[in-house]
């Protein structure tokens, strides 16, 4: 199986805690693929970095909103989500949800259960989703290690006509045997994947 980010370093990272805890390093520019600019930083008290990927697509605040919003369509993330449970869910509001990644050997399968917030702004439009771990609500699991560590912060505004501008920020701490050095060396794969699938959904034409 391919080691990708979410899936391969051992997760990609899907959550957050709350954008007034982020209190890090300035963003560094890392690369820019297929119009997708990605940025690291160095975390204050961690040897792990968090990433930011930014692009424009081509579509409108509805299409990108619902792709984000849904609670069912996760599992295009990454392929290698095994299973997923959504919690409990009100549109436009919240989703809470467990997943479980199936991680490359001689990696551990990981599993985490999250609690994502959406907020939209009146007067600009902009949405926010912003996630956080959600404890003691699924007991953690024999041959699994639960993901405790993270954050994800996604930013959805409109740009201009037709133009909607997508920022996702994140860290994810897969804990277990993972070293700092090969997760670092591979987050900034997360955000050109994870914004690539939703460019290419919420770009897509309708079927004729």
């Known amino acids: ?31 820019e693929r297929d119009g997708i600019k990605i940025y690291t930083r160095k ?13 424009d697509l081509h579509t409108e605040m509805s299409k990108v909103c619902s792709l984000l ?3 069912k369509s996760f599992d295009w993330w990454d392929k290698s989500i095994t299973e997923i449970k959504v919690i409990s869910y009100e549109q436009g509001k919240y989703i809470q949800y467990y997943l479980v990644y199936d991680v490359p050997w001689p990696f551990t399968d990981r599993d985490l259960v999250v609690d994502a917030r959406i907020a939209i702004d009146p007067v ?3 949405e926010t989703i912003i996630a956080q771990p959600l404890p003691n609500v699924i007991a953690e699991k024999p041959g699994l290690i639960r993901i405790k560590k993270y954050w994800q912060k996604w930013t959805v505004q409109p740009f201009s006509p037709g133009i909607v501008r997508v920022t996702l920020e994140g860290l994810v701490d897969p804990g277990g045997n993972v070293p700092a050095w090969l997760y670092n060396m591979v987050i900034t794969d997360t955000p050109l994947k994870v914004i690539r699938e939703v460019r ?6 309708p079927a004729q």
Request: proline share 0%; aromatic share 8%.
């Open 124 to 126: 600009t439009g902009q």
């Open 200 to 205: 290419k959904r919420a770009e897509a034409k």
């Open 1 to 31: 199986m391919k080691f990708t980010i979410v899936s391969g370093l051992v997760i990609l990272c899907l959550s957050l805690v709350s954008s007034g805890d982020i209190i890090a390093q300035q963003w560094e520019f890392a690369k």
């Open 43 to 55: 975390e204050d008290n961690s040897s792990l970095k968090s990433f930011k990927g930014v692009a």
């Open 69 to 71: 919003g849904n609670a």
